[in-house]
């Protein structure tokens, strides 16, 4: 299984930006799928998750009313939205896959992973 993640790049503080990730096959469909991120220096942490049945979602506390994760089962694409963006949300943000249905915070609940897409934020 291979994800991808595209639609990063270079936007301005108050911003937004969507970011999409897509499967080689669909696995995803019966798995949670979540959206990490990683800064210079500093170590990958948790974005946001949703459940293989768009319910229930799981987000981290500083990007709550920010974010919002959705998913395409046509299409096997689950989304970010990210909105209001600061430039503490710059980094490489990496959608992964997770064992079971239900979306968690738990990186090591993730055994699949994408390449990664950089969100710079400019203030």
């Known amino acids: 299984v291979q994800l991808q993640a595209f639609g990063g790049g270079l936007v301005q503080a108050g911003g937004s930006l969507k970011l999409s990730c897509t499967a080689s096959?669909?696995?995803?469909?019966?798995?949670?799928v979540g959206w990490f991120r990683q800064a210079p220096g500093k170590e990958r942490g948790f974005v946001a998750a949703?459940?293989?049945?768009?319910?229930?979602?799981h987000y981290a506390d500083a990007v709550k009313g920010r974010f919002t994760i959705s998913r395409d089962v046509a299409t096997n694409t689950v989304y970010l939205q990210m909105n209001s963006l600061k430039p503490e949300d710059t980094a490489v943000y990496y959608c992964?896959?997770?064992?079971?249905?239900?979306?968690?915070?738990?990186?090591?609940?993730?055994?699949?992973w994408g390449q990664g897409t950089v969100v710079t934020v400019s203030s």
């Open positions: 992964a896959a997770a064992r079971g249905s239900i979306a968690t915070s738990h990186y090591t609940m993730y055994n699949y």
């Open positions: 096959r669909r696995t995803t469909s019966n798995n949670a």
């Open positions: 949703i459940s293989y049945r768009g319910a229930p979602t």
